[in-house]
């Protein structure tokens, strides 16, 4: 190992290389990391639960099926889920070769500031921090909405007396998101056990629906319906409609950086994490398209199910199948069991972000949040702050009726942007001939550079257009806040950079990392010059 100067603004970078049996501790050493302080328990199989109980396309689709009914209807919720899976893959592995090679929690910011050319590598990954944040949390703020609408929805089903404020709403949010922090803090100890019950819950829910629904239905819509019939709420024309109708595909396929951010607690990180990633998307494709397809031929009236009053199409749905209010209700109470697991996932994720950006000294009271409580082992500040973002966040639907539809715009913008930037900084890297080859058991080779060239060139058409507003007039209330969000993300970031990050900020080994050459491989020879 090389010797690290003191000082940031006098160091030098080299590629950074690990030879493919380098140990997952022994990589976080050579990142600048010396002290593990995480507990790794984490297995493939507890992990792919964890990463499926998060991003769990299918009841995150049903979730925010509303989003789909008016803008385009099935035709465009279909075909766009299958087009966003396929691009979504590239991305998927363009992530998994990038975790591969170095399995840090930091994920996204710590590959920027590895991968990017080294005059923009801090500047670019501080920004990534920062959108990986936002859109971590705002996506636990999300989960928690969808959570509670689940819960206020069938207490209408059940209840028609009962009317739905908005306040009962953030309140029956609120109790998530305290749910899952006390998880967080008391039973961190079994999140690998719960991940793969999780798992076989997820299955088994999905089954019990798919085929309940389909064997109750007697009056199936015809295929034409499902795959062809244009339908339009939006009060935009249809091609403007059909951008919109895209929000909901991209929101059911994401989080699927998961086990990046929770590789420090993982036995073989440098492998299994990247399977994880890869077969999340794979699961959720699958069970994302079958239940897509299943709710669109066992779909009543659409307008009426866009319209029911409990706010839920897919318990409409469930209803008009089983024609039975008890048997709608039982099969959409499993939604909120998956919710409150989903909120514990997502807690954990958006913690241990946090926890890895204040590691690097990228957030205000960094040396507070990075601290890791000794015997449960996990960063118990880290957890409350990301508690607090996320009661913020669902406090928005006081003020405003689209503050749902906002915040799935920022949480599904704020990933895809952190999502974007290790891309644009790989293929950076080449343009200026500054390229760090990626050794790591889980390798693309050759079809590394156009995996990412696709990926990235999807994220940014989803980024445009998860500003445009989805109801038309557009006013005060019906506005998408989305791009003033973002901006706010832009500025404090940028704020903070110049006040603060510019001087303190790290990233894996202060921006001067080091050159682990592969003695045992004496055809190896380093693409990047130091």
């Not at 290389?17 to 790794?40: H, N, P, T």
């Not at 699927?256 to 990180?269: F, I, R, V």
């Not at 318990?315 to 099969?331: E, K, N, R």
Request: glycine share 8%; aromatic share 12%; hydrophobic share 50%.
């Amino acid at each position: 190992m090389t010797t690290i100067p003191p000082k940031i603004e006098k160091a030098t970078r080299t590629e950074v290389v690990f030879d493919d049996s380098a140990s997952d501790d022994a990589i976080l050493e050579g990142l600048g990391y010396q002290k593990v302080e995480l507990k790794r328990s984490f297995g493939l199989l507890g992990m792919i639960g964890f990463s499926f109980s998060i991003v769990t396309s299918w009841a995150a689709l049903g979730g925010v099926l509303i989003v789909g009914i008016g803008t385009g209807g099935p035709p465009v919720m279909i075909w766009s889920w299958i087009g966003i899976c396929i691009v979504t893959l590239a991305v998927a592995y363009s992530m998994a070769e990038m975790c591969s090679a170095y399995p840090v929690a930091g994920g996204q910011y710590s590959w920027v500031a590895i991968l990017a050319p080294r005059q923009w590598a801090r500047g670019l990954s501080y920004i990534c921090g920062w959108f990986m944040l936002t859109g971590m949390l705002a996506m636990g703020a999300v989960n928690n909405f969808v959570t509670a609408n689940f819960v206020l929805g069938i207490s209408t089903f059940q209840h028609p007396g009962y009317t739905i404020k908005r306040w009962h709403t953030v309140l029956a949010a609120y109790l998530v998101c305290l749910m899952a922090t006390c998880l967080n803090i008391w039973l961190p100890h079994l999140l690998d056990r719960i991940s793969r019950g999780v798992l076989l819950l997820n299955i088994f829910s999905f089954v019990t629906i798919v085929v309940t629904i389909l064997a109750c239905n007697n009056h199936k819509q015809p295929a034409s319906f499902v795959f062809k019939d244009f339908q339009n709420f939006t009060g935009f024309n249809n091609s403007y409609a059909a951008i919109l109708g895209i929000l909901q595909s991209a929101f059911g396929m994401c989080c699927y950086d998961a086990p990046a951010h929770m590789t420090e607690e993982m036995k073989n990180a440098r492998k299994d994490a990247p399977k994880a990633i890869v077969l999340a998307v794979y699961i959720g494709a699958i069970t994302g398209f079958i239940f897509l397809v299943t709710l669109c031929f066992c779909i009543g009236d659409i307008e009426t199910t866009a319209t029911t009053p409990t706010g839920l199409p897919i318990l409409q749905i469930f209803y008009d199948s089983t024609h039975s209010i008890h048997g709608a209700s039982a099969l959409a109470a499993l939604f909120p069991l998956l919710g409150v697991f989903c909120a514990f996932s997502l807690m954990a994720e958006g913690s241990r972000v946090i926890f890895a950006f204040a590691r690097d000294n990228g957030l205000p009271f960094s040396s507070l949040l990075n601290k890791v409580e000794p015997k449960k082992k996990v960063p118990v500040y880290a957890i409350l702050v990301a508690a607090t973002v996320q009661l913020a966040l669902n406090s928005i639907y006081f003020g405003t009726l689209t503050g749902f539809n906002t915040i799935i715009s920022i949480s599904t913008a704020g990933f895809y942007l952190s999502y974007a930037m290790p891309l644009i900084a790989r293929i950076l890297s080449r343009l200026v001939g500054q390229h760090t080859r990626l050794e790591g058991p889980y390798s693309l080779g050759r079809y590394s550079l156009p995996l990412n060239i696709v990926g990235f060139l999807f994220l940014a058409f989803a980024c445009i257009s998860f500003n445009f507003p989805a109801l038309k007039p557009v006013n005060r209330e019906t506005m998408n806040y989305t791009c003033a969000a973002i901006s706010v993300v832009m500025f404090i970031s940028l704020v903070t950079w110049l006040t603060t990050g510019r001087a303190q900020f790290a990233g894996p080994q202060a921006g001067r990392l080091i050159h682990l050459r592969n003695d045992a491989r004496p055809d190896y020879a380093p693409e990047e010059s130091a």
